[in-house]
């Protein structure tokens, strides 16, 4: 069983709305989470990386939100962009380990 | 910035060819990871490995082995390619040897197709 699951798969916006993406997690214990951005064709790149104890933490129109309690992240999109478009994926790390623990990813589009 | 590079965007290989996919990163990182991603599997990790000439395997390695013989360059071999191993191919690196602490900077990618 997979131990990150995002949600929604995929998602359609308009250009200019905003958006939620959501993350749940059951990896224990836990060292941190990050949000890729993964352009397709492309490889991923980071958005945010946050730790046990950070709650959120933004790059631009991107916000990130830790709930290590519940384990759930969420990454907010304000005002989308066309070049929003892509595939989002969570990672989640265990400590004192290598391998990280990959969600599937929620595509979005953004719309014109 | 850190820079991970991989040898081509685009291979075409045929059934049972041995295949070679190059990856190099330029920023002296100790762990490199080979992955593949597959439409609705994810990122699935084959090979990592965390210093020169030392190699781990992760969860799907079979069919595939690997080689680091310098610090910056990991390299991924099929020994005989075959049809179900046609994916995106992704190079990483990070820094330090607790790879959970620190992100993993990921290449361009390499779409493999074996026909």
């Known amino acids: 069983k997979n131990q990150v699951e995002q949600s929604p798969q995929s998602l359609i916006i308009l250009e200019g709305k905003n958006c939620t993406l959501q993350?749940?997690?059951?990896?224990?214990?836990?060292?941190?989470l990050r949000w890729y951005k993964q352009d397709t064709g492309r490889g991923p790149v980071s958005l945010t990386i946050m730790t046990f104890s950070e709650n959120t933490k933004s790059n631009g129109r991107y916000t990130a939100t830790l709930d290590a309690d519940t384990k759930q992240s969420s990454l907010h999109i304000t005002a989308s962009q066309l070049s929003d478009s892509a595939s989002y994926i969570c990672v989640v790390s265990v400590p004192l380990r290598y391998a990280l623990n990959f969600g599937k990813g929620t595509s979005l589009l953004v719309t014109p | 910035d850190v820079k991970v590079t991989q040898s081509s965007r685009y291979l075409v290989k045929r059934t049972g060819e041995k295949v070679f996919l190059e990856c190099v990163q330029d920023?002296?990182?100790?762990?490199m990871f080979w992955y593949r991603q597959d439409p609705g599997l994810g990122l699935r990790l084959i090979y990592f490995?965390?210093?020169?000439?030392?190699?781990e395997k992760g969860d799907i390695p079979e069919g595939y082995s690997v080689s680091r013989e310098k610090k910056e360059r990991f390299s991924l071999i099929l020994e005989s390619a075959s049809t179900n191993q046609t994916s995106m191919y992704l190079c990483?690196?990070?820094?330090?040897?607790?790879?959970?602490?620190?992100?993993?900077?990921f290449g361009p990618g390499t779409r493999l197709t074996v026909t």
């Open positions: 993350c749940n997690y059951t990896v224990s214990p836990f060292s941190n």
């Open positions: 990483a690196s990070s820094s330090l040897r607790l790879a959970g602490g620190y992100e993993q900077y």
């Open positions: 920023m002296d990182h100790e762990n």
């Open positions: 490995s965390y210093d020169v000439k030392m190699k």
